[in-house]
């Protein structure tokens, strides 16, 4: 039985609001523990859903969901004005060419994973690939609310909240 409510957020606490689903699209970008959490609860929270591994050895495809996109690079066939690229692993050989690659696309938001307390070595992947500074630094870095996380799954829900608070035009935190 539908409870009746006036405020959306109560209803969709209720479950009597489903998530929309089709309007905004994840992409992380190389199979990780962090991509794997972010994809599925990206999935719960209604985003399409698309992993980016250049190494398709990398990925089990018995783990893979269904709802689940595969693609070897970042392309404008996915990544358009909805869609949200997260890069989780900053250590990856093809970081550069992969960033280069979201750069190039309509993407809403960009983002690398990692530490504000280390170097940020995708500037230097981009700069050595000859990309502009603007461009450089539509890439975001560190990434998530800052709410302490050490596993992956909570790395995962840190990095969603914060989208979810960009998207919402929020700061996130507790501030109202």
């Known amino acids: 039985m539908a409870h009746q409510h006036t405020d959306p957020a109560c ?3 209720h479950g009597d609001l489903p998530a929309q689903r089709g309007a905004r699209t994840l992409v992380a970008v190389f199979a990780s523990p962090v991509a794997e959490h972010l994809l599925h609860f990206g999935h719960d929270l209604g985003y399409r859903t698309v992993l980016v591994e250049p190494d398709l050895s990398r990925i089990e495809a018995a783990s893979q969901p269904g709802h689940l996109h595969l693609a070897s690079t970042v392309d404008p066939s996915f990544a358009d004005g909805d869609a ?16 280069d690659a979201a750069l190039q696309t309509r993407a809403r938001w960009i983002g690398v994973m990692g530490s504000p307390r280390h170097t940020a070595p995708h500037v230097a992947a981009l700069r050595e690939r000859g990309v502009d500074e603007p461009a450089v630094a539509r890439v975001h870095r560190p990434i998530g609310l800052n709410i302490g996380s050490r596993t992956p799954a909570e790395i995962a829900v840190a990095t969603l909240a914060g989208l979810i608070a960009d998207r919402n035009d929020r700061p996130g935190g507790f501030a109202f």
């Open 84 to 99: 949200d690229v997260v890069v989780t692993d900053h250590d990856r050989p093809e970081l550069g060419a992969i960033l």
């Open 11 to 13: 209803a969709a606490a």
